[in-house]
T-cell receptor, first 111, second 112 residues
Framework: GQSLEQPSEVTAVEGAIVQINCTYQ??????LSWYQQHDGGAPTFLSY????GLEETGRFSSFLSRSDSYGYLLLQELQMKDSASYFC????????????FGAGTRLFVKA | DVKVTQSSRYLVKRTGEKVFLECVQD?????MFWYRQDPGLGLRLIYF???????EKGDIPEGYSVSREKKERFSLILESASTNQTSMYLC???????????FGPGTRLTVT
């Protein structure tokens, strides 16, 4: 079967660094994406990794290891506004345009 | 600026009713998707379309159908609504061969 696993909740303090892990098991793999969703809002795209390594976009970085079927999202200098749900998603190559989402990680940032 | 709109933010329907959810995009994207989002389950793909009049089943198509008569519009149809279809429904679009999806604001459907 196809599945993505990520922690259900993570709590961190303002200014800290937090890492949200994602492991996946899919029949095909074309890249790992991360999305952010605030309460009541729509998911918004954060990052994408097709190749192994680290991609940095401001305070957010995303890492991928295809051999380990593993990736993570790293959030630095946490701010209260980073409190949200974060979803990893795999684009399934065998499905063409199909994207499979994880269940999401709820991040709570405390003052 | 990318814009994806959904016909309603909140909708209440009765069991057995036929329900239409509409999604309209103005980005000329080829691919469109319907997801439902439930607590603890993330986003689950119901149907997607990569071209006008083309559709593919996602992971949970049972009880749903779709229609894409024009490139900019993708409709989700609940043939006979049931209480287990109470959920948040999200539409998304994507340019062909791209990886980024753009989501609409969602429709929270309650079936009583």
């Amino acid at each position: 079967g196809q599945s993505l696993e990520q922690p259900s909740e993570v709590t961190a303090v303002e200014g800290a660094i937090v890492q949200i892990n994602c492991t996946y098991q899919t029949s095909g793999f074309y890249g790992l994406s991360w999305y952010q969703q605030h309460d009541g809002g729509a998911p918004t795209f954060l990052s994408y990794n097709a190749l192994d390594g680290l991609e940095e976009t401001g305070r957010f970085s995303s890492f991928l290891s295809r051999s380990d079927s593993y990736g993570y999202l790293l959030l630095q200098e946490l701010q209260m506004k980073d409190s949200a749900s974060y979803f990893c998603a795999v684009r399934d190559q065998t499905g063409g345009f199909k994207t499979i989402f994880g269940a999401g990680t709820r991040l709570f940032v405390k003052a | 600026d990318v814009k994806v709109t959904q016909s309603s933010r909140y909708l209440v329907k009765r069991t057995g009713e036929k329900v239409f959810l509409e999604c309209v995009q103005d980005m000329d994207h080829e691919n469109m998707f319907w997801y439902r989002q439930d607590p603890g389950l993330g986003l689950r793909l119901i149907y997607f379309s990569y071209d006008v009049k083309m559709k593919e089943k996602g992971d949970i198509p049972e009880g749903y159908s779709v229609s894409r008569e024009k490139k900019e519009r993708f409709s989700l149809i609940l043939e006979s609504a049931s209480t287990n279809q109470t959920s948040m429904y999200l539409c998304a679009t994507q340019r062909a061969q791209s990886y980024e999806q753009y989501f609409g604001p969602g429709t929270r459907l309650t079936v009583t």
